[in-house]
């Protein structure tokens, strides 16, 4: 039977999409890549993901899952005439434990509005990737996504008990699940930042907390970014942790002014965001052993938010700052790359000197905490060659590299960066990553194309060709 | 890749340019939380603009399709933190899309906009309700008898039996002097809301003066596609308004206000009315941004009451404006404001959509009919004629006959006490 006949017979004529127009709007996420799939269905049930699965297989046509399509590693974007699985009409939540904090959610739940629910029972799930409130718990889970909190909480892997999974045959599997420590091996791990290469997550047993007796949110500002730089280390390594603690530069402010009238100091040079959580005494005292940090350190100003308003107006701006971004220039190339804490002065220094050297305006704006950078390159793609934006950004990944830092902090791979993994991993590693992934996947038909190198499926969009070129040339 | 006969598709690059394709309208588009689907989301609609303006695709039927699925809400432009200026992306668009629905829009159009035409018509619709025709159709169950699309035009037919506006006595020693857009709709379906916003204006000191010759703001043309008749409406009214040289230029439907507001852009590049345009436009003020403006004394009057106050899109998205209608209310002795869940979701109204888009209409109607019912308010409380027309349908559909008012008849009711 036509796949398309039989993709219909079980998800609903509505629900499967193959005019081209259609399949155009698939064609993308929120980063740069570009590719369209070859046809779109939309199941409401596991049994359908599982139906899906097995249709797709026995035509020989392999999947790629997508929740709201937030990312920025091209990770959803189809190639290899791959057909899309979407996990939107999969967004109930199912259950919330109270008493033993979890949560049994469909993959399709958006970020924030699982944390709407939970608030009432005072409770959270902690990674808060800043495009929740359209990001899904699925592609949370895909791209081990992390977030301001991420710093004390860590990323969506520390908050994943189990997760129910459709098998690239169709078989439908439990790993994990409510209890804790469950015997065997544990593949959740495994499955969280797989990026949809071992199947497709069906449901989630997330992890609860309680919500914390009170939050302490303040702007330290200082004069340029060094500076800041130089405090977040030395609150680090003085053994506080923050919530999060986030760095804004000048650029970044006047466009989150502009953006959401913010009222963001723009006579700084950059200025850290820091939240402190916990009971009311000991926040007291971290934000005092901060403050005077940041004073060391050459701050000259202090701003507090005193009420929960000024709070999630902050937030707002920082968790909604990259796109706000495009009010400065139409395009950004938004980097994801880690650092070790202690290099940040210097590769700060020398990601700018990247920058002012091929001459783009850039925009930090960054988890300083845990050494997460995102350099923005702002331009506009109807003048300047996207070609010389892939280039600066793939130098700006090296000096990360070069630093002993990592390709991505949150945003994964995708068809982003799979041919720069051979700047971190030897074949060893790589090898052994094929293994596991075709222990699950022994045929490639999951998302093909992404996080693994030397694949053919994404080989003909053209930024990946480009980027292939940057990887391989600058590897000496 | 250019498709031919897709050339003559054409929308500003700057506008288009802002999308970067985030992601973060999805959530707030009524469609796209509907459907889940991608291609009713306004990222999707804007990649398709994109896409025939550049000549990846023709203006084809499913285009046309998803583009005309989009409410016009405009909820995403509020949250887009580009920029987006979606609103006049989509009526752009539209201006330039050939829909099957077009002449019937354009029909619309030509009735509302001749005060003449729309007396003629109202006065049948006035008399299919005084005569008791409609009554008696209800009330022994005939009503179902009718094909769903004329029960459904039936449904929303606007209540003409109510009072025309009637000007209040002008106070003695005025502190401002204002305007007020009578419109084609509201002034047929809804004269004795504005009869209430001239009274309580009047009652706060300030004048109502008459301008005559105002016509139609345009906003339903644009919507419906026909940008140059909505161009040559506004200059009408722009001419009108300008005569009358008051202090402020009040607007009692969201629809109109918001769409006023946008004058500047409209006629930017008509030289001899690009100014005159900007200037009629920062004087446009919604009726609840008017009165929230106003030293105002406390309380406003007295209402026993428990109601709920329903967003009209026009009003929170495209104007901003969510406070005022609530302080407002807020200020009245006596009468308690409850929130429904997702008051600023879009009912289904959006102008002509609830006749040209049942399905999704009839999905968003039932989801605001829930969110009204669990807050158990006595009464609905809104701030556009569309959104009150579509809301009454909705509730009276589901047997419940809750009272839908504007804010400015609760504010006329408690103060009259």
């Known amino acids: ?476 | 890749m250019t498709v031919p006969g897709a050339s003559r598709f054409e929308l500003p690059s700057d506008a288009l340019q802002q999308c970067i394709r985030c992601g973060m309208c999805l959530e707030a588009c009524p469609t796209y939380t509907l459907t889940g689907l991608e291609t009713e989301s306004p990222r999707g609609r804007i990649h398709l603009m994109d896409a025939m303006t550049h000549g990846r695709i023709g203006a084809t039927a499913r285009v046309s399709l998803h583009l005309d699925r989009c409410l016009g809400c405009r909820a995403c432009e509020a949250v887009c933190p580009s920029g987006v200026p979606y609103g006049e992306l989509i009526e752009l668009t539209r201006a330039q899309l050939v829909r099957p629905s077009r002449r019937r829009d354009l029909l619309l159009g030509a009735i509302v906009a001749r005060p003449r035409v729309l007396d003629v018509a109202a006065r049948v619709g006035s008399l299919y309700e005084r005569s008791g025709v409609r009554a008696l159709l209800h009330a022994t169950g005939a009503i179902r008898l009718l094909p769903p699309g004329l029960r459904r035009l039936e449904s929303l037919y606007p209540p003409l039996a109510r009072p025309r506006y009637r000007a209040p006595t002008p106070p003695s020693a005025p502190v401002a002097r204002v305007a007020l857009l009578l419109g084609c709709v509201m002034r047929v379906a809804y004269g004795d809301v504005h009869t209430s916003a001239a009274h309580v204006l009047a009652r706060l000191g300030v004048e109502v003066v008459d301008v005559p010759d105002q016509g139609c703001c345009g906003a339903l043309h644009a919507h419906a596609g026909d940008r140059e008749a909505a161009r040559g409406l506004a200059r009408k009214a722009i001419a009108a308004f300008e005569r009358a040289g008051v202090d402020a230029l009040v607007v009692d439907a969201a629809g109109c206000g918001a769409y006023m507001k946008g004058y500047g852009r409209l006629l930017a590049d008509d030289p001899a009315w690009a100014e005159r345009a900007r200037a009629l436009a920062a004087r446009v003020r919604d009726v609840t941004e008017y009165i929230a403006s106003l030293e105002v004394p406390a309380p406003l009057g007295r209402l026993e009451a428990r109601v709920t106050y329903q967003d009209p899109c026009h009003l929170a998205h495209a104007q901003g404006i969510r406070r005022q209608p609530r302080e407002l209310l807020r200020r009245i002795d006596g009468l308690e404001l409850v929130e429904m869940p997702d008051a600023d979701m879009c009912c289904g109204s959006a102008g002509t959509y609830n006749v040209v888009q049942p399905e999704y209409a009839d999905r968003l109607q039932r989801a605001k009919v829930d969110a009204i019912l669990s807050t158990g308010a006595s009464a609905v409380v809104s701030a556009n004629p569309g959104c009150m027309l579509q809301v009454a349908a909705g509730l009276r559909a589901r047997g419940s006959d809750l009272p839908v008012l504007h804010v400015v008849e609760v504010l006329d009711r408690a103060m009259r006490s």
């Open chain 1, 1 to 476: 039977m036509d796949l398309l006949v039989r993709l219909a017979s079980i998800c609903g004529r509505e629900n499967v999409l193959s005019d081209p127009e259609d399949l155009l709007v698939f064609e993308y996420d929120a980063g740069f890549d570009r590719s369209a799939p070859s046809a779109v269905v939309v199941p409401a049930t596991a049994d359908e993901v599982s139906a899906v699965v097995r249709a797709a297989r026995d035509a020989g046509v392999p999947i790629v899952p997508r929740g709201a399509g937030t990312g920025l590693a091209g990770g959803t974007v189809a190639c290899g005439g791959a057909i899309v699985v979407s996990t939107s009409r999969l967004r109930n939540i199912l259950e919330i434990d109270t008493v033993g904090r979890s949560a049994l959610v469909e993959p399709g739940v958006v970020n924030a509005d699982l944390g709407a629910a939970l608030r009432p029972h005072g409770l959270f799930f902690a990674p808060d990737p800043s495009s929740q409130r359209a990001s899904t718990i699925g592609g949370n889970i895909g791209n081990n996504a992390g977030g301001p909190h991420a710093l004390r909480y860590g990323s969506v892997v520390d908050h994943v008990l189990g997760v129910e999974m459709v098998l690239p045959d169709g078989t439908i599997a439990a790993f994990g699940g409510r209890a804790p420590d469950l015997p065997g091996y544990d593949l959740v791990p495994l499955i969280v930042g797989s990026e949809g290469t071992l199947g497709i997550v069906t449901k989630a047993w997330l992890r609860l907390l309680p919500l914390p007796e009170h939050v302490h949110t303040f702007l330290a500002l200082f004069p340029d970014v060094g500076t800041g730089a130089r405090a977040a280390s030395a609150i680090i390594g003085g053994g506080i942790v923050p919530a999060a603690m986030e760095m804004l530069d000048r650029t970044t402010m006047r466009a989150l002014n502009a953006a959401f009238d913010a009222h963001l100091p723009e006579e700084a040079g950059s200025l850290l965001l820091v939240e402190v959580e916990g009971l009311v005494e000991e926040c007291r005292d971290q934000v005092t052993r901060i403050e005077t940090l940041c004073r060391a350190e050459g701050a000259f100003g202090i701003r507090t938010a005193t009420t929960a308003e000024e709070r999630d107006a902050l937030w707002k701006a920082r968790k909604l700052g990259y796109p706000a971004l495009a009010r400065i220039k139409p395009n950004n190339y938004l980097n994801d790359a880690v650092v070790p804490r202690t290099k940040l002065p210097e590769v700060l220094g020398r990601v700018n000197g990247i920058a002012d050297r091929y001459g783009y305006t850039i925009a930090n704006m960054f988890h300083i905490g845990d050494g997460n950078l995102h350099p923005v390159l702002l331009f506009d793609a109807r003048t300047e060659p996207i070609e010389r934006v892939l280039r600066a950004a793939a130098e700006i990944l090296r000096v990360a590299v070069d630093a002993g830092g990592m390709l991505s902090g949150e945003h994964g791979i995708g068809v982003e960066k799979e041919d720069f993994m051979t700047w971190v991993f030897a074949p060893e590693d790589l090898d052994a990553m094929r293994r596991a992934r075709g222990a699950l996947d022994p045929d490639g038909v999951m998302n093909p194309g992404k996080v693994l190198p030397g694949q053919k499926a994404c080989g003909d969009i053209p930024t990946s060709r480009i980027k292939r070129g940057l990887a391989e040339g600058m590897w000496v």
